[in-house]
T-cell receptor, first 111, second 114 residues
Framework: SQQGEEDPQALSIQEGENATMNCSYK?????LQWYRQNSGRGLVHLIL?????REKHSGRLRVTLDTSKKSSSLLITASRAADTASYFC???????????FGRGTSLIVHP | DAGITQSPRHKVTETGTPVTLRCHQT?????MYWYRQDPEHGLRLIHY???????DKGEVSDGYSVSRSKTEDFLLTLESATSSQTSVYFC?????????????FGPGTRLTVL
């Protein structure tokens, strides 16, 4: 069963625009991760944010975490066609170190 | 995908036949995982390993078994394949627990059970 659920399920934007994806989860977490999956490939780790952190940046990526609302967002600024992929959030909670993945957001960036 | 290979990459088999998928890593990571990915369910954990000969069940382990005799190899076996096991299977590895458990994924195996 999914712990994290991404929203929206699909997102279509033009190159240069910003893309925002959200992840909501149900129980307290140790950390939350975001992954990217290009079509036909394995998942690639993007960023990890710990439960005591509120915001992290990595290049054009910005992740926020609001533990009071049990939600996270991934912002991709100045999107490129190469950002077209599915994006997944994954949460680890309780005594488990194994992340549980959501169903993902499919992002299409039109050139 | 660097450091993790899966074989075969594609396989078509018939219901009732045994199937073994192999995951091989060159990173010397302690933890290895098998997931299946389906459009309606997303990515789900089948089995995982926390060391040589140390394995445990995940969310959807029924119909699957695993073995890990060496650090670098993690095998997933479908003893008697069923059509419901048609899926894309991913192997993943990680080297840390707790707050730093980033996973690295293999390229996947597409399995079709007729």
């Amino acid at each position: 069963s999914q712990q994290g659920e991404e929203d929206p399920q699909a997102l279509s934007i033009q190159e240069g625009e910003n893309a925002t994806m959200n992840c909501s989860y149900k129980t307290s977490i140790n950390n939350l991760q975001w992954y990217r999956q290009n079509s036909g490939r394995g998942l690639v780790h993007l960023i990890l944010i710990r439960s005591n952190e509120r915001e992290k940046h990595s290049g054009r990526l910005r992740v926020t975490l609001d533990t009071s609302k049990k939600s996270s967002s991934l912002l991709i600024t100045a999107s490129r066609a190469a950002d077209t992929a599915s994006y997944f959030c994954a949460t680890a909670s309780g005594g488990s170190y194994i992340p549980t993945f959501g169903r993902g957001t499919s992002l299409i960036v039109h050139p | 995908d660097a450091g993790i290979t899966q074989s075969p990459r594609h396989k078509v088999t018939e219901t009732g036949t045994p199937v073994t998928l192999r995951c091989h890593q060159t990173e010397n990571h302690r933890y290895m995982y098998w997931y299946r990915q389906d459009p309606e369910h997303g990515l789900r954990l089948i089995h995982y390993s926390y060391g040589v000969k140390d394995t445990d069940k995940g969310e959807v382990s029924d119909g699957y078994s695993v073995s890990r005799s060496k650090t670098e190899d993690f095998l997933l076996t479908l003893e008697s394949a069923t059509s419901s096991q048609t899926s894309v299977y991913f192997c993943a590895i990680s080297d840390r627990t707790g707050a730093g458990n980033e996973q690295f994924f293999g390229p996947g195996t597409r399995l079709t059970v007729l």
